[in-house]
């Protein structure tokens, strides 16, 4: 491999990360840790090869093209190589037994959970799904490992994508491809909709009720590892279901907590997965009630949080727009609350608890711009609103605007912060507002830590 082409491998990795449906080119230089410069170096001649499309500002890896759908392979077979010895052993004892047992009506075979996303402990699963052409019933019975191998007809596996299945969405964009007989590119290459409309609910609804039912039946027999077990992949369903909502897709466990701390805050689906994993769960049917109250609650105020699903990636007007709903349904505040200080071009002015509160959305590329708090300072001082104990100027950063929420770094550059020193202003950032926002709707937990975050 010459020189050029090892400079393309991060940036091929990028794109294969976010799979077909693709990204942004800041959202790629900063998962590839490339240069802007060195970005458009190396997607040129890829788009020119046609192995990278473009839809305006989006970036896609085409893998119908046989060069990336072998880079993938050679990639994900890496992944397998670099398991500890023994667990790579016993995964492939898996695929030869079921390359043997399965034979022709083999499809395609992925490995997902924990060793997919190099997670691995020795008390983890091995976790595998088989694509066949006519039902079966195959358990591997070589490896002394708890095996989850779930066989699903390629009918049905196309019925789940279209469901927006996340455990099936989850293996195209994160698995790692053990075998393909001509089933697995096409789909690789489908971009997919991940989201929670009408569909996804009913479908979530099936699975959770069918999990509910199977989870009261262990209860009654008094199986609590196999209740245990069940409540687990209610979490995880419930969590994946909700992050699907902001249109997250997450890898694992690891990402399914860390997204729904980032989207939701304190709520009971982490709390579950985390007592569960501490061995303290001491009564499923508590902890199972706790999970479907807060679905039940997330289904009557979707409407509320709805405005933040695409908060994060807006500027101008609309995202001007959605600071003020989202800060005044966190503060339950009302066309009552505003203060008109128009005449000094201050817009966004409330009455927070005795309080003047004043706001200034800033939603850019990069970083934050010092220009606008200057601006948004000076304009302040000019005023009769005068910064101090009894009012506030804030200033509601939304950097890295084309970057996904979860792969941003949230930082206040020195000089920004001399200037909210030198003015009094408050720094708060977006993704903070959306998850408090979205706290108080839910649980109606998180106000006081908004004011705080305010200067309160």
Known sequence: MNRSESARLPLLDALLSVGPEGTTREDLIQRSGTSSSSFYRII????????????????????????????????????????????????EDVVQEAQEELEGNLKALWLVGSA???????????DFLAVVQRDNDFLPRRVRREVQFICM????????????????????????LLEDRGFAQAWLDTPQQIELETQQIRSVQ?????LRTRLLSFVRMKEGQESQRLL?????TLGRALLAFFHELPAGKADLLQSLDLYYGVNPVCDVLQRLQAHQVADELAELQALEEYWLTFLARRGH?????????????QFNYESNMLFTQALGL???????????????????????????PESTFGKIREETVERFGTKLRESHFKPGPSTLGVVIA??????RLSNRHFEVPPQVQALSQKYDLRILNSSELLRLHNQIQLIQQGREKLLQCLGF
């Open 44 to 91: 040129t001649p890829l788009l020119k090869e046609g192995l990278v499309e473009s839809a305006g500002p989006h970036y896609r890896l085409v893998l119908a093209k046989s060069y990336n759908y072998r880079y993938k392979l050679w990639r994900d077979a890496e992944r397998v190589l670099q398991l500890e010895p023994g667990i790579r052993q016993q995964v």
């Open 116 to 126: 997919a996303h190099g997670t691995v402990t020795p008390q983890s699963d091995l």
């Open 153 to 176: 007809t390629a009918p049905r596996f196309q019925r789940k994508v279209k469901d927006g299945d996340s455990f099936v969405l989850s293996a195209l964009r994160y698995g790692l």
């Open 206 to 210: 099936e699975s959770l009720d069918e």
């Open 232 to 236: 687990k992949a209610f979490a995880i």
């Open 305 to 317: 949080l709805e405005v933040g699903v695409h908060y994060p990636y807006n500027n101008g007007v």
């Open 334 to 360: 009302s066309q009552q609350h505003r203060v008109d200080l128009s005449d000094a071009q201050l817009d966004d002015c409330y009455e927070v608890d005795g309080r003047w509160v004043c706001f200034e």
């Open 398 to 403: 939304n950097p890295q605007n084309k970057v």
